[in-house]
């Protein structure tokens, strides 16, 4: 699925079983042998429909003339589109650039509401048509308020996001950031990942890393979608089994909060 409401390309594999298999987009053939590679520079979402069940994700790769894939980004596939998504992480400004995907697999548009979650508890809404059948790219950093304005209200700062399909139509949405700015031609590292549909009270994040040779850091990305400020408890664990450690941190409401060790645990 292309941008601008394209009609969609379609193509049929076959995944022997137990195996690994790999569509190099960039390369499809559309019919195949007719060397017409219809992908080969485009912004592309894609559905995958199998007989039987598997598995799938999305890499992407950025290479200079300095080194191939420099960057990349990867994310696992979702199994069902939704109405609403949220995301916690996001960063614009002159080192970060935020995109976000959004996937409408439907032969009807979608009337999409984004709410942009900042810090300081304020928000700001825009409200976007997704074409059916269609991938469609949000440049948060170059967003405007109101449209047209040349208000870049959202240009340099921290900010979740919550996207809602008001009409009905089931949408899916990825989170993208690239680094470091201000152009696409000075990229060299990234990270993606695909939105939840749901929030919750508990989450458990197995990964994380501070100080060290490297310098390593790691930051706890909080989005409060709730009209009403909270708390949240924050609990380290250890590899060494060491007793965890514990701290409260304050949630305004409809906001974006960031927790780092070396912050909130000093």
Do not use: C
Request: hydrophobic fraction near 40%; proline fraction near 7%.
């Amino acid at each position: 699925l292309r941008p601008d409401g394209q009609a969609p390309l379609e193509k049929t594999y076959t995944v022997p079983a137990r195996r690994r298999f790999t569509i190099w987009v960039d390369a499809e053939e559309f019919p195949a042998g007719s060397g017409t590679r219809a992908l080969a520079a485009t912004d592309v979402s894609a559905q995958l429909t199998s007989d039987l069940p598997i598995v799938v994700e999305r890499s992407m790769y950025l290479s200079t003339p300095e080194q191939i894939f420099r960057a990349g980004t990867a994310s696992a596939g979702v199994t069902t589109p939704a109405l609403s998504w949220f995301l916690a992480e996001g960063a614009t400004g002159d080192y970060f650039d935020l995109f976000l995907p959004i996937l409408n697999p439907t032969d009807r548009a979608a009337q999409v509401r984004a709410a942009y979650l900042l810090p300081d508890g304020s928000t700001l809404v825009k409200d976007y048509t997704i074409p059916a059948n269609s991938r469609f790219t949000i440049w948060v950093d170059q967003e405007e308020f109101p449209a047209g304005s040349g208000n870049r209200a959202l240009a340099s700062t921290a900010v979740s996001t919550t996207l809602t399909s008001q009409n009905g139509v089931p949408i899916v949405v990825e989170r993208a950031m690239w680094w470091p700015g201000p152009t696409a031609a000075t990229w060299h590292e990234a990270h993606a990942a695909a939105g939840v549909t749901a929030t919750g009270t508990l989450w458990a994040l197995a990964g994380g890393e501070q100080g060290g040779p490297a310098n390593v850091q790691t930051y706890l990305t909080i989005a409060n979608t709730s009209i009403f400020a909270g708390q949240a408890r924050v609990t380290l664990l250890f590899e060494d089994g060491s007793a965890p450690v514990e701290t409260t941190v304050s949630l305004p409401a409809n906001s974006r909060t960031n927790v780092t060790p070396a912050a909130n645990f000093a």
